[in-house]
């Protein structure tokens, strides 16, 4: 993978390019990253408080207070329980101009805790908020940058309930990183968010359809009278085998996963419940929707070979990640500056393709989005949602690392603001994605 320097073609946004509504100075950047290392005390107490006390999606009632508290401290105005979620909070600086959205993940794992490092995601955004609010207030320019609590993104979809809400819909630019390891343990993709060595600016993810499905049968006594029965756990495993062969008949990106939630109480019973959920990925939400009336198809092969019923209960839809290639080129551009000095790759062809799923790739639809991913230091098999990647996140290069990747995504927020141009460029880029959403419907 070639470096982002060499590889920016006619997508490359130069960091001195543009022109900007007010002329915003590299004062106004120094200043940026300057508030950024002025709070970096404040920034490690509330990413060791997010790590060491783990809470599920809707749940993140610590991590909520804490943030908000940290916020108020800090003389910011901050909206606790936004947009009607208990454990989501708003907090906005400057007026007019376009708006910059980072958003705060905070939510762990059942069991492993902040296995997925969103502890440094947290602290990641918060670093980018209090920089670009900072640039903001010196400088005087017009625009609003909004630091948004996203609860439940394991599953939750806390964003989708955002968008819901309306809080994407007069967003300029939305922007989050994500950790993971070092791409020598995994051949250049962790599952979640990181492929290179040192970080990566641009990757695509996988849509994911979840939903349940339950088996109603009859019970008998099992060994008495099993003719009288319809055995709802042969119906469940019938289904999972014919999933199991219908994997041979999908694409290298097609991922389908799914656990037994209820497979029945009492062996001398024949079985007349049982519930199942499933998660189906693949490249496109339209890819994953045609996955997902396939794998149906051998729920309802299995109903009607053990005369059973069966019925669907629909969860929330993960869309396939599009980032905004102008933003991630912004991103790109600034890790590369001597002032961070932690390059990252940019490559959009052939665009990486992560085999994980993110309610980011919601927002993306939306508005024009970024998540990147950068390394952290982490022993051999220490992947995402494992308990070696918990330990890893909670180091200090950990923190330094989530710290260098905000300090990119403020500089390319700060663009964002300041620089009609890129404004420009960026919204014809989110259009022109849309286009081809639309040109291969």
């Not at 908000?68 to 401290?73: G, I």
């Not at 290179?196 to 049968?217: C, E, R």
Request: glycine share 8%.
């Amino acid at each position: 993978m070639k470096q982002v320097e060499d590889n920016m073609h006619d997508h490359q946004v130069s960091l001195a390019g543009g022109t900007a509504e007010k002329n915003p100075t590299v004062a106004d950047d120094e200043t940026l990253l300057r508030a950024i290392d002025a709070h970096d005390a404040e920034l490690r107490a509330i990413n060791k408080k997010i790590h060491e006390n783990p809470e599920l999606g809707y749940e993140e009632f610590q991590a909520h207070d804490n943030i908000v508290a940290l916020l108020r401290s800090l003389n910011f105005d901050v909206t606790p329980h936004a947009f009607g979620v208990e454990t989501s909070f708003s907090c906005e600086v400057g007026q007019g101009g376009r708006v910059v959205v980072y958003n705060a993940e905070y939510d762990a794992l059942p069991d492993i805790g902040h296995a997925c490092g969103h502890n440094l995601i947290a602290t990641s955004s918060i670093a980018s908020f209090l920089g670009v609010a900072a640039a903001i207030k010196e400088s005087g320019v017009p625009g609003r940058v909004r630091l948004y609590g996203t609860p439940a993104e394991e599953g939750g979809a806390g964003k989708v309930r955002l968008i819901d809400a309306g809080a994407y819909k007069d967003v300029d630019a939305c922007l989050m990183v994500h950790p993971g390891p070092p791409s020598t343990q995994f051949s250049g993709m962790d599952g979640h968010g990181c492929c290179a060595p040192s970080g990566s600016a641009y990757a695509k993810s996988l849509a994911n359809k979840k939903f349940n499905v339950k088996f109603l049968g009859k019970e008998a006594h099992a060994a008495m009278a099993p003719f009288q029965g319809r055995n709802a756990l042969d119906a469940v495993v019938l289904g999972y085998n014919g999933v199991s062969m219908l994997r041979q008949q999908t694409r290298p990106h097609d991922r389908i996963h799914s656990v037994i939630l209820d497979g029945g109480s009492r062996p001398n019973v024949i079985t007349s419940f049982t519930k199942t959920q499933y998660y189906v990925r693949s490249a496109t939400l339209k890819e994953a929707t045609a996955l997902e009336n396939r794998v149906r198809a051998c729920m309802d092969g299995a109903a009607t070979a053990t005369q059973c019923e069966v019925e669907y209960e629909v969860h929330n839809e993960y869309a396939d990640l599009r980032p905004n290639r102008t933003i991630c080129s912004l991103y790109a551009s600034a890790m590369a500056l001597p002032s961070i000095n932690s390059p990252v790759t940019c490559d959009f062809e052939p665009a990486p393709l992560l085999p994980g799923s993110t309610d980011q790739g919601n927002v993306s639809y939306i508005a024009p989005s970024f998540h990147g991913g950068f390394s952290i230091p982490c022993p051999p098999g220490a992947f995402n949602h494992t308990k070696g990647f918990t330990a890893c996140a909670g180091t200090d290069e950990a923190h330094d690392l989530a710290i260098a990747a905000a300090k990119g995504m403020a500089l390319a927020g700060w663009k964002v603001l300041t620089d009609e141009a890129i404004a420009m460029k960026i919204w014809e880029d989110f259009k022109a994605d849309r286009a081809l959403d639309k040109n291969d419907s």
